[in-house]
């Protein structure tokens, strides 16, 4: 199973959005024996949360499931069973260095920005709805990148659908 994980700062916002948008598409596409998704937070202050109400209720207004969705920390583990891991901003991408355990060599997952797959070069970092109270803003954003990450990651790994 090729593994995705996206990573923000409270993995109750921007993260568990991505991971469940993201799973709907692989679902849509017919990839789902083949790529798994997961998210997690680089800050212990939500572990055990399901999402934000911000984020469920957009989630729901789409109708998007985020059945079994709840926070955790990054851990070393992540670097070993990840093959993909996508952060939100640049401050994720900083904070996730301090997790990343040495020696991982060949096995290294791919560590990438999520708007680096989005259509539009417009913004670099995923805005915080914890502040910005924008959730239907992330929505837009992270739909658009999802498409971009899926279309990449199937043309990296030379995926088929099996139907
Ligand atoms: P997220 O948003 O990183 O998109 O989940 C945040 C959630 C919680 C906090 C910060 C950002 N917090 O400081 O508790």
């Not at 991505?18 to 790529?35: H, M």
């Not at 070993?80 to 401050?91: E, G, T």
């Not at 929505?139 to 995926?159: A, P």
Request: charge should be negative; proline fraction near 4%.
């Amino acid at each position: 199973m090729i593994k995705v994980l996206f990573v923000c700062l409270g993995n109750i916002c921007r993260s568990p959005m991505a991971e469940a948008i993201f799973r709907q598409k692989v679902k849509e596409a017919g990839f789902e024996d083949q790529i798994v998704v997961d998210s997690a937070g680089t800050g212990d202050w939500h572990i055990g949360n399901p999402p934000h109400h911000g984020t469920r209720r957009i989630l729901d207004q789409y109708k998007i499931s985020y059945e079994g969705i709840r926070a955790r920390q990054v851990a070393e583990d992540d670097f070993r069973d990840s093959r993909y891991i996508i952060v939100m901003d640049n401050q994720n991408m900083q904070d996730l260095k301090r997790f990343q355990p040495k020696g991982l060599g060949e096995e290294a997952p791919f560590i990438g920005k999520m708007l680096d797959f989005a259509s539009s070069a417009e913004l670099k970092d995923v805005p915080d709805p914890y502040y910005t109270g924008n959730f239907e803003e992330v929505y837009e954003l992270l739909q658009d990148s999802c498409q971009g990450l899926l279309q990449f990651i199937i043309e990296r790994e030379g995926l088929t659908a099996r139907s």
